[in-house]
């Protein structure tokens, strides 16, 4: 369907509304996210999500072509740049986008069956590093991530871009969200990982933190990895909650990495060799 207004009503998902808002759209079930590039539509598309329309340029129709005719009657937007760009507010330089239905919740447990090595991400509320963190997850053998109440939207627009679209391909779950009368269950649900034989360590240089090297640590079969904010790092209460400490030494001079940078050094230090 071309498209010649920018106020079309048929595509104010794509312009008006901010990723809150297409969480909480009331005529879905979970609510909707943006997939942004080709690429990562059709990583959705392989996630098994669901798509309520396309957006694209004149020039990626053909391209899609094959998208399209796997999904008959999801509606195909397209126009000239010039009213795509008025729409969306920026160039369509990343080819297509999709409004695809947001997957029902996993829980913990869904998350956790099978999974050796997992991340849990206390706070980590930076869209950015939580998708550089997903794309480490999925390239380097990472089986499940946890997102703690206070952390960013794996399914918000910039997380997905970042993680290229791995946030669909490696399962997550919210840890530690507030019970029916408000009380928050974290960090009191990292016992969970516990019962279900995981060693539950922080990355982080604390005082008593072991090195990421020490041969003991390759020999824990569950390991869930807790890995914190920039600023604040992992919290007191989660440090104390967790059974071990993990630092990456540091140069002289240097009192930290990003988390994204230091997930993926822990990952791939961490992976399972079983
Ligand atoms: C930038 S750090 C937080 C600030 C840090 N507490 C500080 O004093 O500079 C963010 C997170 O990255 C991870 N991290 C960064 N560098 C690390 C290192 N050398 N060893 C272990 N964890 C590290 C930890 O999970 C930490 O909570």
């Known amino acids: ?22 969480r909480r759209r009331q005529d879905t079930v979970h609510g909707i996210y943006l997939a942004e590039s080709s690429q990562v539509v059709r990583r959705a598309l392989a996630a098994g999500h669901t798509p309520r329309s396309f957006f694209l340029a004149h020039r990626y ?59 849990i991400l206390e706070n980590v509320s930076d869209h950015t590093n939580l998708g550089a963190i997903f794309r480490s997850a999925a390239g380097l ?10 952390s960013a939207d794996p399914l918000y627009r910039r997380s997905i871009r970042v993680s290229m679209g791995t946030v669909f391909a490696v399962p997550w779950a919210r840890i530690g969200e507030a ?37 003991d640590l390759r020999g824990h079969e569950r390991l869930a990895l807790v890995l914190g904010a920039e600023g604040p790092g992992v919290s007191p209460a989660t440090l104390r909650s967790c059974d071990l400490h993990v630092a990456i030494p540091m140069a002289p001079g240097v009192d930290s990495l990003n988390v994204a940078a230091a997930s993926a050094v822990a990952f791939w230090e961490l992976r399972s060799r079983g």
């Open 179 to 215: 019970d029916g009368r408000g009380r928050s269950a974290w960090p009191a649900e990292l016992d969970r990982l516990r019962r279900a034989g995981f060693t539950v360590a922080a990355l982080e240089l604390s005082d008593e933190a072991i090195p990421l090297d020490d041969p």
């Open 141 to 150: 053998g990472v089986d499940a991530v946890l997102v703690s109440p206070e």
């Open 61 to 119: 129709l053909e391209s899609m072509a094959d998208v399209f005719a796997a999904h008959p009657g999801v509606p195909v937007y397209t126009g000239t740049d010039q009213v795509l760009e008025q729409i969306t507010g920026f160039h369509l330089h990343r080819g297509a986008l999709a409004a695809m239905d947001r997957p029902a919740p996993r829980t913990v447990d869904e998350v956790l069956a099978g999974a050796r090595r997992v991340a």
């Open 1 to 22: 369907m071309e498209l010649t207004d920018a106020d079309d009503p048929r595509v104010e998902v794509y312009s008006r509304l901010t990723d809150a808002a297409l």
